[in-house]
């Protein structure tokens, strides 16, 4: 059976709260002559949703896009601005995170603290070739690429906003990006493979690392360990996220 995306779940939620809500309103009418304030029917709405939405375990971003959808909503037709304007966001969000969207990816960022930690782990090798999956603005494939023991730096990004930003950056500071889905990115040329990116993705990634990865080569996952299998190393990260890189040694 296909796995449902999240999007269509949490589509569904703001569904069956309005229903909800609906009928709440109409009971709620015998006892209480309406109209009742809108605002705060529209809390109501992104609140529960919210709360649905933890509750069926979708990841935590989800809650935030559940509450603030319907505020957003109601905020936009009370200002009564041009129609347009939500197309023209829209198309922006859509371009910022389509992998939110469509790989159940949010747009995560690297810190220096991390990218410190990913220094140390290469300065003891040669001639490293590495990789970021899902890249974003470019800012590891660039630091990375200034280290001497890296002969090539790369990164693969395809919301196209964070690609275009990072290709950018790469094209004057180091280090290379492509437009490529991660999921047809060859791993096999690649020493050291680094990702920061959600739990959904990882049982898939992992299948796909042990299968093209060559030994003594490195996978990393910030903040999302492999289920059900041990790292070779785990480095708790003195910053204010308390990130936890997962190292494997192939």
């Known amino acids: 059976m296909a796995k449902v995306p999240k999007i269509v779940i949490a589509s569904a939620i703001q569904l069956v709260v309005l229903i909800g809500l609906a009928l709440g309103v ?12 809108a ?5 109501v709405q992104g609140l529960a949703a919210a709360w649905l939405t933890l509750r069926l375990g979708l990841p935590s971003w989800w809650r935030w896009i559940q509450l603030f959808l ?5 905020a936009a037709v009370q200002i009564d ?15 910022l995170f389509a992998n939110a969207f469509f790989e159940q990816v949010p747009l995560y960022l690297t810190n220096e603290t991390t990218r410190q930690a990913l220094k140390k782990l290469v300065r003891s090798k040669r001639d490293i070739r590495f990789l970021d999956l899902g890249c ?15 002969t090539e730096s790369h990164g693969v990004e395809t919301a196209p906003i964070p690609f275009f930003v990072s290709k950018l ?11 490529m889905d991660m999921w047809k990115t060859e791993l ?5 493979v680094y990702a920061f990116l959600s739990p959904e993705p ?19 996952s910030n903040s999302f360990p492999i289920p059900d299998i041990e790292a070779s190393e785990i480095w708790q990260l003195p910053d204010s996220r308390q990130t936890i890189l997962y190292i494997y040694h192939l």
């Open 26 to 37: 109409y009971l709620l009418s015998y006892f209480l002559e309406p109209p009742y304030p």
């Open 39 to 43: 605002w705060v029917l529209v809390l």
């Open 70 to 74: 319907p505020i957003a909503l109601y």
């Open 81 to 95: 601005y041009a129609p347009i304007w939500a197309l023209i966001i829209a198309i922006v969000i859509i371009m």
């Open 136 to 150: 974003g603005l470019g800012g590891n494939v660039t630091f990375m690429s200034q280290q001497k023991a890296v």
């Open 169 to 179: 950056y790469t094209i004057f500071r180091g280090g290379r990006t492509f437009a």
């Open 188 to 192: 096999a040329y690649y020493d050291v």
């Open 202 to 220: 990882m049982p898939r990634l992992w299948e796909k690392v042990k299968e093209e990865m060559q030994p003594g080569s490195v996978f990393i």
